[in-house]
């Protein structure tokens, strides 16, 4: 309920909004300009309300070679690039400067356009004043003739700044070698003095074309260790360089990699005991791996589960042609240590299956099962208000956690708030929501939220208007069992509502207000203080035990001081100094979750 301020007769109410603005009209940039400005309350946020940011627009043409430059006294600096009305960054940098948490981003767009830099913070919405530029770099030095390794060799070298910059900038040496098809080398590159990034590729028309890099090897520490397969005969460069602008000696070295583990057979639906051991082959990070290939058909969804009583498994699954990753697991099967990963594969042919341990030189015995798995039977709709009733079955489809679940769909509304409640007596109930395009993936999930044993209750905001996807399901693979869903929608985000010092707020806590991550009701009031100016605040309450939570901010909102029993045994008071001149935000809280009620809340001056 939105708390309604009594104040003395003739007093100004104060009305102010947190809502972050989710756009904002850019301002023109030219490319050779350096604009001032300061980010603050007035500017957007991102949705989630995590940091606060400006744009800028500004054309450019295939090729050009920009950077941009984003320092502050106030802030972490960050910048993102985006093609205009796309929500998908191209490029983004946190410290790419290398002097403390000043940004620089380096790109080069691949077609005329108008595109937009988002000058922000990295994080929260204390902004603050700030410098950006934006400049056309010069083209790029020809790049030197590589120096020849030969396969078997080591070679002692030195980072400086007057060697070649590579196009996001760093220093690098440039090694060039011949390999034949298939041929696997180890590059390792080794220093005491930065941390160290080695790059394969080769050369296209005067650029360098990465074909695989690697910064920490798998001894831990910072030196790098590639294994590359030459995918044609010819000649490769090796860069040496630093992850970020550093320089220094080092040594690489170019050697034969062993072969890779030969892959045994496997089919879908086969089910295999393997064993890991001092025998056992290593993977390209020197890791101790059994590898098993299958094959598949295009659109193929496949569940592949790793159990072992020996060993923490880990499950990686490869493209069969080039290698590459295309899901890895952990923890994934929901009991223990074991894995479990589910994947679509897009296309025809051959995949690899790597078993392992997640320290790398684990050993026992494991059970390796790769099963078919039906595409997700489409969602059930549900429309907000409704209560539905079901049962979850082992023949149900699973996650790719293994857990059977039913799915819900259904529309919403930008910022607009919903709340989902599973409760049920056969199983510990969980809840996720996510987008309904696309493979699903969750957005929010609860398991205990609504603090009455182990039913769910997920408050979710929507990020964009569009179609959503809840899932309802036990919190353990084993589980099944009987459950109801209720699906009701919150209304919009409450606004703060103001308080004057010297005057008492009356309200009313109800399941429509706004929530903690803990799931306790609260309303929000924005006051002005002045610096070392001593207030009492007490929240009073008979219908609930009173929480008060006194902070900076409004939806990105810092504590800065709380209180539960000051006043007597269920109701609060915080005597508190201001530390600056400004606003602040006090929550009339309970400090359990669920309690509604009548309160009075009182901010007045300390006598």
């Avoid at 790059?199 to 690697?214: I, K, P, Q, T, Y």
């Avoid at 295009?298 to 569940?303: P, S, W, Y």
């Avoid at 693979?477 to 707020?505: C, H, K, M, N, Q």
Wanted: aromatic letters at 8%.
């Amino acid at each position: 309920m939105k708390p309604s301020l009594l104040a003395a007769a003739g007093a100004l109410a104060l009305i102010w909004s947190v809502s972050p603005a989710l756009a904002q009209e850019a301002a023109s940039l030219r490319i050779g300009a350096t604009v001032d400005g300061a980010l603050g309350d007035g500017d957007a946020r991102d949705t989630d309300g995590d940091y606060v940011y400006d744009d800028y627009r500004f054309a450019a043409r295939a090729g050009q070679r920009l950077e941009a430059v984003l320092r502050s006294d106030s802030f972490d600096a960050y910048l993102a690039l985006y093609a205009e009305g796309s929500d998908e960054a191209l490029a983004e940098d946190d410290d790419g400067l290398g002097e403390g948490t000043d940004a620089r981003l380096r790109f080069t767009p691949e077609e005329d356009g108008t595109y937009v830099l988002r000058a922000r913070t990295l994080s929260g919405t204390d902004g603050g004043g700030y410098s950006l530029s934006l400049r056309e770099r010069p083209a790029p030095a020809r790049a030197p003739r590589p120096a020849r390794i030969r396969l078997g060799a080591e070679e002692a070298g030195e980072l400086t700044d007057r060697d070649p910059q590579q196009e996001d900038g760093g220093s690098y040496d440039a090694y060039g070698f011949r390999a034949e098809q298939g041929q696997r080398v180890i590059i390792t590159l080794n220093s005491d003095d930065f941390d160290t990034l080695v790059r394969v590729g080769r050369m296209a028309g005067g650029d360098f074309v990465e074909l695989a890099h690697n910064d920490d090897g798998p001894d831990q520490g910072l030196n790098s260790r590639l294994v590359f397969t030459a995918p044609t005969a010819g000649d490769y460069v090796i860069r040496a360089t630093a992850v970020q602008d550093g320089t220094g000696a080092y040594t690489i070295g170019l050697a034969p990699a062993p072969d890779a583990p030969p892959a045994k057979p496997l089919a879908i639906g086969d089910k295999v005991e393997g064993e890991l051991n001092a025998d056992t082959g290593a993977n390209d990070d020197g890791q101790r791996a059994q590898l098993y290939r299958f094959s598949a058909e295009a659109g193929q969804r496949v569940a592949i589960e790793l159990s072992s009583k020996d060993f923490d498994t880990y499950l990686v699954l490869r493209n069969g042609v080039d290698g590459s990753v295309i899901a890895q697991d952990d923890d994934g099967a929901g009991v223990g240590t074991n894995s479990r990963l589910t994947a679509t594969l897009d296309t025809a042919g051959d995949y690899v299956v790597e078993a392992r341990a997640f320290s790398g030189d684990g050993e026992g015995r494991f059970t390796l099962t790769v099963s078919e798995v039906a595409p997700p039977p489409p969602p059930t709709p549900i429309q907000f208000g409704d209560t539905v009733e079901g049962e979850i079955k082992t023949e149900d489809p699973q996650s790719d956690g293994g857990k059977h679940y039913h799915a819900y769909a259904f529309s919403g509304a930008e910022g607009q708030r919903i709340q989902a409640i599973l409760r049920s007596g056969d199983f510990d109930a969980y809840l996720e929501v996510g987008a309904a395009e696309g493979d699903f993936t969750a957005l929010a999930s609860d398991d205990d939220g609504l603090a009455q044993g182990t039913d769910s209750r997920l408050n979710f905001t929507l990020p964009k208007t569009g179609d959503y996807v809840i899932r309802v399901m036990p919190l353990s693979a084993e589980e099944d069992g009987l459950y109801a869903l209720e699906l009701t929608e919150r209304g919009p985000e409450p606004e703060p509502g103001s308080i004057l010092v010297g005057a008492t707020a009356r309200g009313t806590l109800s399941s429509t207000d706004a929530m903690t991550e803990e799931g306790a009701y609260y309303d929000a009031y924005r006051f002005q203080a002045k610096k070392d100016e001593k207030l009492r605040i007490t929240l009073v309450s008979n219908a609930f035990d009173a929480f008060l939570d006194l902070g900076e901010g409004g939806e990105a909102f810092t504590s800065l001081a709380t209180d539960d029993d000051g006043l007597s045994d269920t109701h609060a008071k915080l005597e508190w100094t201001a530390p600056e001149d400004g606003w602040y935000v006090v929550r009339a809280q309970a400090l359990a979750p669920n309690e509604t009620g009548a309160y009075a809340l009182a901010v007045e001056r300390q006598p």
